[in-house]
């Protein structure tokens, strides 16, 4: 296979929308998640996400990548506001769906209602859940960092409340992401779905 070289000056010197796709295709498939969130005013909104990564477990912690404040940010707006939101796995019965919810509508628009997804509040959680997502999580914010290099922000929230089906849940402890639809991403616009070549056991040295 031959090997293509691009330099730091060659990277800068892409044009804008190639240099993203190839910047953000780098760190290979990503999940993919709905991020749902409401405004202290009931109104709802609903975001597709690749930067969700695992924090920590004691306490349960997950995080994401939000982009700079530059341009309005609804998902952010809506967290700092009421410090709850969700975390919906996409699966391939949604992922249209949940790539167009990546439009800019604007803030009295509701993507839940724009793109066919479908509002599940619960548990009396603030935030809605999407209810079509099989694996769905309820989060409190507890802090965001402030990413001073490019300006992004770093969301760090603690698991409240988790759902799942029954069957996905081995006896190891592990979800079967896969039984349960769940699918990856590359770059800004692929979908995939993923096969387990095979679990391997806890290494030792």
Not at 92 to 102: D, G, P, V
Not at 148 to 175: A, D, M
Request: with cysteine; net charge neutral; glycine share 6%.
């Amino acid at each position: 296979m031959m090997l293509t070289h691009l330099d730091n000056c060659q990277i800068g010197d892409l044009e804008d929308r190639k240099r993203i796709a190839l910047i953000n295709s780098l760190s290979g498939f990503k999940s993919l998640n709905l991020i749902g969130t409401v405004n202290k005013h009931g109104q709802n909104n609903v975001a597709i996400f690749n930067s969700v990564v695992h924090i920590g477990a004691n306490p349960p912690l997950m995080g994401f990548i939000s982009r700079p404040d530059s341009v309005e940010k609804h998902t952010i707006e809506n967290i700092r506001e009421t410090a709850y939101y969700t975390i919906n796995h996409v699966n391939k019965e949604i992922f249209e769906n949940a790539h167009q919810t990546s439009a800019r509508y604007k803030r009295d628009e509701s993507e839940f209602e724009a793109t066919g997804l479908t509002t599940d509040y619960k548990f009396f959680f603030p935030a809605p859940f999407v209810r079509e997502s099989n694996i769905q999580i309820g989060l409190e914010l507890k802090e965001i960092i402030s990413v001073k290099t490019n300006n992004t922000l770093l969301v760090i929230g603690e698991i409240k409340h988790l759902l799942f089906p029954s069957e996905v849940w081995g006896e190891s402890g592990v979800l079967d992401i896969e039984k349960a639809g769940s699918i990856a991403g590359s770059s800004l616009d692929g979908y995939h779905t993923t096969q387990l070549m095979k679990r391997m056991k806890y290494a030792k040295a």
